[in-house]
């Protein structure tokens, strides 16, 4: 049966290889467990329930992963991805004061426009439309995003009285224990211990339990998707100013895919003459993968590029997924230590602090940044609509301002320096509707 549905001898490989590099692959983005549910849980965010947060993002890992190895026999697993998570939490529900069930919505939009444009082939025209060093420097403004709220999160960096980002208290506890936790978390992905973000939060967290910082809350228990199954509000999303992030979505969802497709497939020897056999089915496990965990109450499920782990140990089919999912699904009878390990320090009012899970996100946001260096910077008509989006993500805490100036001033440089044919004409129409939405909105 195995031979039947993912042809091991074909891609030459065996049951007991895949298995572990299914456990490679799962150790590698297992942090996810106890990163998205800190994220969306978090008061300065979306403010959604921890558990529940918990529940959807294992059981919507363990779905999305499912799918992408029985529709396309790849070993690629999925969950809700870096980035997005932060722009749904922060951006959209913090900062744009968008309730979390309309957010949802947001997100489960999205997933089935990817769905709708995946089934019609759309998909080519915009990915060959997009310059792609504008998608470079996006991946690495969401890096330098990411890293700045982990830092903010262990309070390493925080806000002076006028507004400016100061070095925090490095004699806090909390802080402390972040800076142990970034230290030994930065060793061992240096030493290239596999799954070593994963061993970082753990021993980090165990720190924190040795000093009595983290109080002991047990180890099993099966969280509840009560507080967010179908609580998703898709009917409330369809605003005209949701317009912009459902946009944000579907753009870094597609291209989140397309990149960690191309780029596992390629160590994995997957390409044919530069292209991936069932690409769109792949791409149709993501965008499902994404309505499914919408459903459930998460935000944006996406293709991981740590699959590129279990690849290395030699995972060749989607036989790999099943062993990634079923860790994903027994994962949630661990969901006290998740809890303990993911939940936040109040150091003032509605002041919280994350030591055990930020320092995943600073290292997560250093591993985003290694596509600068594939950015042209000797055209300044690329390198500098590159540089804006890239300083514009964190310094404004918004994706979404990083990419309109990225789409706004890309062809205005092209077309005022007498280079306006070297854009496609999706970028000019899509520079359009951004200009548009701040005249607007």
């Known amino acids: 049966m195995l031979e039947r549905l993912f042809k091991l001898k074909e891609n030459g490989t065996t049951p007991r290889t895949e298995l572990i590099a299914g456990a490679t692959t799962f150790m590698a983005m297992a942090y996810i467990i106890f990163v998205n549910p800190g994220i969306l849980s978090s008061s300065a965010g979306a403010a959604m329930d921890f558990r529940a947060v918990m529940a959807a993002t294992c059981i919507a890992s363990a779905i999305a992963t499912l799918l992408m190895a029985f529709l396309a026999n790849y070993p690629i697993a999925l969950a809700p991805g870096m980035g997005l998570n932060a722009y749904f939490s922060f951006v959209l529900c913090g900062k744009m004061g968008v309730p979390w069930n309309i957010a949802l919505g947001i997100v489960f939009i999205s997933g089935v426009v990817f769905t709708i444009l995946t089934v019609v082939r759309v998909r080519e025209l915009i990915i060959t439309a997009i310059p792609g060093n504008l998608k470079l420097a996006t991946a690495a403004g969401i890096g330098l995003f990411i890293a700045f709220l982990g830092l903010k999160d262990a309070g390493i ?7 400016y980002l100061t070095l925090g208290d490095l004699h806090r506890p909390e802080t402390l224990l972040a800076l142990f936790g970034l230290l030994l978390t930065g060793t061992l992905m240096a030493a290239k211990v596999r799954g070593g973000i994963f061993w970082g939060i753990l021993g980090t967290g165990a720190v924190g339990l040795a000093t009595r910082m983290i109080a002991f809350h047990g180890v099993f228990s099966m969280p509840t998707l009560e507080a967010t199954l179908f609580k998703m509000d898709p009917v409330g999303a369809l605003r005209w100013e949701y317009l912009t992030p459902i946009f944000v979505f579907l753009f870094f969802d597609m291209f989140d895919t397309v990149g960690t497709l191309i780029g596992v497939g390629e160590q994995a020897g997957f390409m044919k003459d530069g292209k991936l056999p069932r690409v769109n089915r792949a791409l149709l496990s993501d965008s499902v993968g994404t309505m499914v965990g919408a459903s459930l109450g998460t935000s944006t499920t996406t293709s991981y590029i740590e699959s590129a782990a279990g690849v290395s140990a030699g995972g060749r089919t989607g036989l790999a997924n099943l062993m990634t999912a079923g ?34 996100l600073v290292i997560v946001g250093c591993l985003m940044m290694k596509c600068i260096r594939r950015i042209d910077w000797d055209d300044f008509s690329e390198a500098i609509p590159a540089f804006l989006t890239l300083i514009i993500m964190p310094l404004t805490s918004s994706i979404a301002h990083g990419l309109a100036i ?13 280079r306006a044919k070297e854009v496609h ?17």
Not at 347 to 357: E, K, M, N, Q, R
Not at 406 to 418: C, N, Q, R, V
């Open 157 to 163: 960096i925080e806000s002076d009285p006028a507004a």
């Open 327 to 360: 860790l994903f699904l027994l994962a949630l009878f661990f969901s006290p230590l998740a809890e303990m390990f993911g939940g936040g320090f109040e150091i003032a009012p509605g002041v919280f602090l994350h030591p055990v899970t930020a320092p995943a």
């Open 406 to 418: 990225g789409f706004i001033s890309y062809p205005l440089i092209k077309a005022l320096s007498g």
């Open 425 to 441: 004409w999706l970028v000019y129409l899509l520079a359009a509707l951004f200009v548009l939405r701040y005249i607007l909105i």
